[in-house]
């Protein structure tokens, strides 16, 4: 299922939240062109902090992301909530036939932050994973070509897919804690997860892989490089420091207003966590080997500031070389 290469994938996270579509766009052309393999985006209604600044709709974006390209591209969504099953399964079915081979979709159980939008309450970490398996169970029956009807913590009444892939595109499990992992493997096709440390990776992919996980392994890598250290940890502070929270924090706040308020005393100690801040590129190449040396097959790299360009030009002529040696 999904794409298939041999060797470690090395791509690119396009950031909704904190880029305009149109900048996002030419930011995976050129992915491409320094040398990038694949590309991957997070299906959000809103930004983590207002110095952010965007949101756009991740599923439109990537039609034109696959069409502007040869890239193979995945998104992290969170069904039952803000979106119905029937209509994730549809989005990835139309992008599945049109572009056979190239885009994965990652389930997780979501975030307030994107969910309360509906009004509907926001339902503890159990019940939103049981509403998940329920969406994954829908999801797969749809793509299968069945008629599905469905009671439960979601509902479906005789809902069909029209058009279809030849191949259903893989469905990946999000997520960052080992239990989560462990859990993932009962129905995902491959696991994605951020950043952390090793020890925790560690136990990550045991955890997943000692459950009977298939499929690849996926890391989203949050970084901030800039030829200046100051600059580079600037970076790191203005745009990502609303992100530092562990769960359930980071699960229950519902605005961006919130994660600026609470993040307000965050010091670059506490980003360092959760960003690798370097100016040194030997230092992020060896940070990315370290992580396929753990068993992440596919690797995306998010820059976390608003400018792409040099990052890419960077990373593309110094950085993607050694990890692959």
Partial sequence: MGYRLSMTVLGVHASHEQIHPT????????????????????????????????????WAWLGAALQATNLPMGVVN??????????????????????????????????????????????????????????????????????????GLVTVDRARLWTLPEEPPALVGAAVSVETARW??????????VNAPAEHLRKMVDAYRDAGGKGPLHLQVHLSWDPDEETARAIAHDQWRSNVFPPPVCWDLE??????????????????????VSSDLGRHAELLRSYVELGFEKVFLHHVGQEQDRFLDAFGERVLAEVRA
């Fill in 184 to 193: 993932c493997a009962s129905w995902a096709d491959g696991l994605i997860t």
């Fill in 23 to 58: 900048g996002l766009l030419d930011a995976v052309r050129k992915a491409e062109e320094v040398g990038f393999d694949a590309a991957m985006c997070s299906d959000h209604f809103a930004p983590w902090s207002a110095r952010q600044g965007q949101s756009a709709l991740a």
């Fill in 78 to 151: 969170a069904p039952g909530q803000r979106y119905h099953p029937a209509i994730i399964a549809q989005a990835i079915a139309t992008l599945g036939a049109m572009y056979p081979g190239r885009f994965w979709a990652a389930l997780g159980t979501g975030e307030a932050a994107n969910e309360h939008i509906t009004g509907d309450p926001w339902p503890r970490k159990d019940l939103r994973s049981a509403r998940l398996l329920e969406c994954v169970e829908v999801i797969r029956a749809l793509l299968r070509g069945e008629e599905v009807s469905h009671d």
């Fill in 255 to 276: 605005t961006p207003e919130h994660f600026d308020a609470v993040s307000e005393q965050v010091t670059a100690e506490q980003i360092g966590r959760v960003v690798n």
